[in-house]
C-alpha cells in the first residue's frame, strides 16, 4: 500500500512570493491534515480537511489556506511568503470520519520550504 | 490554550539501559494523548493513542501510560534503532492537536 506523498520535496522561494504544495493521501483516506514544523516552534496544526471541506484549523494568518479535491488529495497554499514561513510542511492522512486525530494519522515525508 | 511540555529535551542511553520520557499536558477535555517517532528527514510515524487516565499500550520496548497530568514512553533495554526524537500530543475539545517540542533520544551500541 503506498504511503503519502508530498511534492515537490524541495523548494526554494524569496519573500513575497506565494507557493503551493500538494499531498497525495493513502487510498482510501479521506482526512487529510496540514503542519508546519520548525526548530523554534516544533509541530504546528495549519488545518484538516475531510470530505473536500476544511473541518478544522489551527491558528495561523490567513495567508495560509488549503483545499482538498474530491479524489482526496490536498494542496495548501502560502501567500505573500515570509522569511518565517521557512519549514517543513508534513501533511497526515487518516481514516478519521469523527474529526480530530484520533485516528492513526500517517504522515508523509514533508516539503521543505526554505524563503529568502 | 492547551500545552504539552516534554522532558528532557535529549537523552543518551547505553544499549540496554532503561529509561523514560516525560510529557506533561494541559488541554481541555482531553480526546487523546498520541506519541509518536520521528526520524530525521522522515516525517513522524505513529506510534500509540492514549485515551483515559490508566491506560497502558506496549509495543516491543515501548510502553506507553498515561495519568491526569502526564504520560511517560518507557524505553526497556534499548536498541541503537530506538534513536530517534520522540513527539507527544494531545488532543481536546477543540480537535486540534498541540504537540511537544519532542525527546532526541540517542542509544549508544
Known amino acids: 500500500k503506498a504511503g503519502v506523498t508530498q511534492t515537490p520535496r524541495y523548494l526554494i522561494k524569496t519573500r513575497g512570493q506565494q507557493v503551493t504544495l500538494s499531498c497525495s493521501p493513502i487510498?482510501?483516506?479521506?482526512?487529510v491534515s496540514w503542519y508546519q514544523q520548525t526548530p523554534g516552534q516544533g509541530l504546528q496544526f495549519l488545518f484538516e480537511?475531510?470530505?473536500?471541506?476544511?473541518?478544522n484549523k489551527g491558528n495561523f494568518p490567513g495567508r495560509f489556506s488549503g483545499r482538498q479535491f474530491s479524489n482526496s488529495r490536498s494542496e495548501m497554499n502560502v501567500s505573500t511568503l515570509e522569511l518565517g514561513d521557512s519549514a517543513l510542511y508534513l501533511c497526515?492522512?487518516?481514516?478519521?470520519?469523527?474529526?480530530?486525530?484520533?485516528?492513526?494519522?500517517?504522515f508523509g515525508p514533508g516539503t521543505r520550504l526554505l524563503v529568502l | 490554550e492547551d500545552q504539552v511540555t516534554q522532558s528532557p529535551e535529549a537523552l543518551r542511553l547505553q544499549e540496554g539501559e532503561s529509561s523514560s520520557l516525560n510529557c506533561s499536558y494541559t488541554?481541555?477535555?482531553?480526546?487523546?494523548l498520541f506519541w509518536y517517532r520521528q526520524d530525521p528527514g522522515k516525517g513522524p510515524e505513529f506510534l500509540f493513542t492514549l485515551y483515559s487516565a490508566g491506560e497502558e499500550k506496549e509495543k516491543e520496548r515501548l510502553k506507553a501510560t498515561l495519568t491526569k497530568k502526564e504520560s511517560f514512553l518507557h524505553i526497556t533495554a534499548p536498541k541503537p534503532e530506538d534513536s530517534a526524537t520522540y513527539l507527544c500530543?494531545?488532543?481536546?475539545?477543540?480537535?486540534?492537536?498541540?504537540f511537544g517540542r519532542g525527546t532526541s533520544l540517542i542509544v549508544h551500541p
Open positions: 500530543a494531545g488532543e481536546g475539545g477543540s480537535y486540534i492537536p498541540t
Open positions: 488541554v481541555s477535555g482531553l480526546r487523546g
Open positions: 487510498s482510501g483516506h479521506r482526512s
Open positions: 497526515a492522512s487518516s481514516l478519521s470520519t469523527s474529526g480530530g486525530i484520533q485516528e492513526t494519522q500517517y
Open positions: 480537511y475531510f470530505s473536500e471541506t476544511q473541518r
